[in-house]
């Protein structure tokens, strides 16, 4: 897929006109995630959280592990996108980061572990209630 031409999106278009309204939008760096005034995301590119490289220009809901789903599905307040990752912060101040195929520091200093899929990162919800959260390339700062 070629996307040194701006293309424009027409499910995301439709979506800003329907009732769910475009609250946000963060980019990675083939990958773009659109928060919606309902509390859900939709992403579009190469999706950091599933083991494939194909692209897809069609929005597609974002996936969440089962076992997260009550906790984030609509409930996304704020999303921001690192280099190859990205973070949701839900209302009730919980954080979850979804990082690819490759090896991401787990909360204990030190060490470090390789996950396939999102998580929680529990240390962030006993530290406190995330206010406010950003990417940068491969970090994420919460303000607590």
């Known amino acids: 897929?070629?996307?040194s031409e701006p293309k424009q999106i027409m499910a995301i278009s439709a979506a800003i006109s329907d009732t769910r309204g475009l609250v946000d939008i963060a980019?990675?760096?083939?990958?773009?995630?659109?928060?919606f005034q309902n509390g859900t995301a939709y992403v579009c590119g190469r999706d950091p959280s599933l083991d494939t490289d194909k692209p897809h220009l069609s929005p597609t809901l974002l996936n969440?592990?089962?076992?997260l789903e009550r906790e984030f599905f609509g409930q996304i307040i704020?999303?921001?996108?690192?280099?190859?990752?990205y973070?949701?912060?839900a209302k009730n101040?919980?954080?979850?980061?979804?990082?690819?195929s490759f090896s991401q520091?787990?909360?204990d200093a030190g060490s470090a572990t390789?996950?396939?899929e999102e998580r929680r990162v529990a240390w962030v919800k006993e530290a406190g209630i995330v206010q406010q959260m950003v990417c940068g390339a491969s970090h994420t700062l919460a303000v607590i």
């Not at 980019?27 to 928060?35: C, K, P, V």
């Not at 704020?78 to 990752?85: D, R």
């Not at 919980?94 to 990082?99: G, Q």
């Open 1 to 3: 897929m070629d996307v």
């Open 27 to 35: 980019g990675g760096n083939d990958f773009s995630i659109f928060l």
């Open 64 to 67: 969440l592990p089962s076992s």
């Open 78 to 85: 704020a999303v921001s996108c690192g280099e190859a990752h």
């Open 87 to 89: 973070a949701l912060l």
């Open 93 to 100: 101040g919980s954080l979850l980061l979804s990082y690819g």
């Open 105 to 107: 520091p787990s909360a």
């Open 114 to 116: 390789a996950e396939m």
